[in-house]
């Protein structure tokens, strides 16, 4: 697929410069790599945001596909997490916060009118930061939401899917004899494995998740990353992450953020060995943020 | 934000944590130390066969394993970087670059040391005023002098880090080539001239080999150098290719 320019609608004015070296790509103004892919499960196009004045997201535009993994890395205040939060319109519940461009679920805008939130959040499920597991057992953490959502039709429904819910966030066998005991009495990366359980419980077809490790020792971390692995296979997975190595090891693309702009997104591969921009190789290799 | 205000650092600099960036100058100043003992080794050898002066091939041979604790500690400083900062990208390529410089250099030195003990083998079997001794040393003058060349060139790119001095010393590959072939054809006369000359000419080919091999891993620092600097790998790509290559985006 064709290389998309993505030139500003409000100013001629380069927002910033691109690298001077003869090897840079020579955009101004425009994401540099492939935004576009495919088989896209979520495709925005031309995406600001505004917190009142501030303009948070400057024309983004990018495509996730179906069954891959796209991080999204840069330096804290760059609007990362923002536009996660446009994808299954969180920032709706943000006072003065306005969001433009055209955001596509399955080729259905989720900013339309007619679009109902709730049904929404249960297609494109989130994980945050901190573990926040309902203060209920362990099983009703998960059974929550298909009950809620009228997704079951007997008791037994509802037990297959905990128990399929628990397995595919690699929580079953430690809960296994220990359902009605407090999701809050789990340990942090066994909370963090309950709430992605409790997002995949509804079966959604995006899960966006939000510096899911960042709260999470190197044992409980390594669990999430191979979990996100394996959950690429059913779902297709967004996520923020401080950890240039957790991008590495999890992503199959990467996008990098920078002063609410999309400066460089591509192969997660290319990104950490040979990025094109100079702003995406300077953030990765340390050189500011 | 401009990005242009400010002179690009040159790979290795500029990190936040200052230590990466101290130990990336000790790397790559062991390395040259490295580069420069490996020089010297070639430099010797090439004056001894010019000259034939046994005592200075002498001098080479019994250096052989100088450049080992250079090695070891450069082998040492890539691990500890890697483990220790976790390098992406341009860190990252110029480290594995570096690494792979480190063998370049240890084996331009096995190459000056292969040099040197058939030098000393040879320069007492022979009788310098032959004229067949003079003409042989023509081409070993002349290819040595090339590779000297060569790794003067490897040793400055790999300072300055100059893609256009590496791409100039990469395709000056082809040079050394042609010129140990022109070598090979000049000798298989001395041969047809006279078959006595054989075991004379074998020696002078092992040599001129050598010499070539040395071309061979100077032109490979520059390889690694483009990589390091530039993220393409041209590794496989002919001098045609090689500045074209360069040039895509």
């Not at chain 2, 590496?166 to 010129?179: F, G, H, K, P």
Request: hydrophobic content about 40%; overall charge negative; aromatic content about 4%.
């Amino acid at each position: 697929m064709e290389q998309t320019m993505n030139m500003s609608k409000t100013t001629a004015e380069p927002a910033f410069d691109v690298n001077s070296s003869a090897l840079a790509d020579r955009r101004v103004d425009g994401t540099v790599g492939k935004i576009r892919v495919d088989n896209p499960r979520m495709s925005t196009t031309d995406v600001d945001v505004y917190y009142g004045d501030k303009h948070a997201i400057q024309n983004v535009s990018l495509d996730i596909g179906q069954n891959e993994v796209v991080a999204m890395i840069g330096p804290s205040g760059c609007g990362k997490s923002t536009f996660l939060r446009c994808l299954n319109r969180m920032n709706d519940t943000v006072a003065g916060c306005k969001v433009t461009g055209t955001l596509l679920l399955d080729k259905e805008d989720i900013y339309d009118p007619k679009i109902d939130v709730v049904p929404l959040r249960v297609r494109v499920g989130m994980v945050f930061q901190k573990p926040n597991p309902f203060p209920k057992s362990i099983y009703e953490n998960v059974a929550y939401g298909p009950r809620i959502h009228g997704l079951i039709t007997s008791n037994a429904d509802l037990d297959e899917i905990v128990e399929t819910s628990l397995k595919k966030a690699g929580l079953w066998e430690e809960v296994k004899d220990r359902m009605d005991q407090p999701g809050t009495g789990l340990s942090g990366g066994q909370q963090q494995r309950l709430c992605i359980a409790r997002t995949i419980a509804v079966s959604p077809e995006v899960i966006l998740m939000d510096e899911p490790c960042s709260a999470l020792d190197p044992i409980a971390t390594a669990k999430i990353e191979e979990l996100i692995d394996e959950l690429r296979e059913q779902f297709t997975i967004a996520i923020v992450t401080h950890s240039m190595q957790q991008a590495a090891r999890v992503s199959q693309r990467t996008a990098y953020f920078h002063l609410g702009k999309l400066v460089e997104v591509g192969e997660t591969n290319q990104i950490f060995t040979a990025p094109k921009h100079k702003l995406t190789e300077d953030y990765i290799t340390g050189r500011f943020g | 934000m401009s990005n242009t205000d400010k002179p690009t650092p040159r790979l290795g600099q500029g990190h936040t944590v200052h230590r990466y960036d101290q130990g990336i100058k000790q790397l790559r100043s062991i390395i040259l130390d490295l580069g420069n003992n490996a020089r010297k080794e070639l430099k010797l050898v090439s004056e001894a066969l010019i000259q034939c002066d046994s005592n200075k091939a002498h001098e080479v041979v019994t250096q052989v394993n100088s450049l080992r604790n250079l090695i070891l500690q450069a082998d040492e400083d890539c691990m500890e970087l890697i483990a220790m900062h976790n390098p992406m990208a341009g860190d990252l390529r110029l480290i594995m670059a570096l690494s792979k410089c480190i063998c370049e250099f240890e084996r331009i030195s096995n190459q000056a040391n292969k040099i040197a003990k058939i030098a000393v083998k040879s320069i007492k079997a022979s009788q310098p005023s032959q004229g067949n001794s003079k003409a042989l040393s023509y081409d070993v003058s002349r290819i040595s002098e090339l590779a000297m060349h060569m790794l003067d060139l490897s040793l400055q790119i790999l300072e300055n880090e100059s893609v256009e001095l590496a791409v100039d010393l990469v395709q000056s590959d082809d040079a050394i080539d042609e010129l140990f072939a022109a070598a090979i054809r000049h000798l298989s006369t001395y041969i047809m001239e006279d078959p006595r000359n054989i075991g004379q000419v074998i020696e002078t080919v092992l040599v001129l080999k050598a010499f070539e091999k040395i071309g061979d891993h100077a032109a490979n620092v520059g390889e690694r150098v483009i990589f390091a600097v530039t993220g393409k790998d041209v590794s496989f790509l002919n001098s045609e290719q090689l500045g074209q290559g360069l040039l895509d985006p």
